[in-house]
């Protein structure tokens, strides 16, 4: 199992309609565009320095007003296309506890899905359900603009230096979590290694830019 753990996911991934190949490039492209948050904290000097001469707030959290710009335009982009996947899917049922007669039915455990793949028909209420995306984006937006006020507090190489460190630690928090909650059972000892060793090399890098902001 250990061996072929690679292969059989992205066989099984396949056999739910996905395509790694595909995949892989959006993941690329995402952690190319993803900087463009941080971009909007640099280059909204304007609407910072407005909410500290107006709304009187302090350097660290007149950066909360660029969140509200930033966040708010990703919000309306995500629920566009969020709501067009669970209207494609029939899903709107679903998440109210039941499921469209005509919606296209959804592969069960055994039935050649992995556990990357969001095939698993749910079982909970739709209250029960929602309660998961709230608690992801509480904890999201709390990291978020916790990251505002500790950038806005390292003073004005804030956002160069804090940024690869907050995007580092996010990376090990979810790498550790998702090896809690089971997500590379069944990988080769060849990816674990890797991981792995990945992750031993964003420690260190967060290491070095904290020791190297630290020096005068």
């Known amino acids: 199992r250990g061996g072929g753990g690679a292969g059989g996911a992205a066989a099984s991934c396949q056999s739910c309609g996905g395509n790694f190949a595909i995949g892989l490039a959006m993941c690329v492209?995402?952690?190319?565009?993803?900087?463009?948050?941080?971009?909007?904290?640099?280059?909204?000097?304007?609407?910072?320095?407005?909410?500290?001469?107006?709304?009187?707030?302090?350097?660290?959290?007149?950066n909360n007003a660029v969140w509200a710009v930033a966040v708010s335009a990703g919000a309306v982009a995500n629920a566009i296309y969020c709501s067009y996947l669970v209207t494609k899917n029939g899903g709107w049922h679903h998440c109210c506890g039941g499921r469209a007669a005509d919606a296209p039915p959804l592969p069960m455990a055994g039935e050649g899905c992995c556990p990357a793949c969001s095939c698993l028909e749910s079982r909970t209420g739709g209250l029960v359900t929602l309660l998961w995306p709230f608690g992801m984006a509480v904890f999201w937006l709390a990291g978020t603009v916790l990251y505002g006020v500790g950038a806005g507090r390292m003073g004005p190489l804030g956002e160069v230096l804090g940024w690869p460190i907050f995007i580092m630690l996010m990376v090990l928090t979810g790498n550790v979590s998702g090896i809690m909650a089971g997500e590379w059972t069944g990988a080769s000892w060849t990816a674990l290694r890797w991981l792995a060793a990945g992750l031993v090399v964003l420690t260190a890098a967060a290491v070095i830019i904290g020791v190297g902001a630290s020096l005068d």
């Open 29 to 62: 492209a995402s952690g190319v565009l993803s900087p463009m948050l941080n971009l909007a904290l640099t280059f909204g000097s304007d609407i910072k320095d407005r909410a500290a001469t107006v709304g009187h707030a302090s350097p660290a959290m007149a």
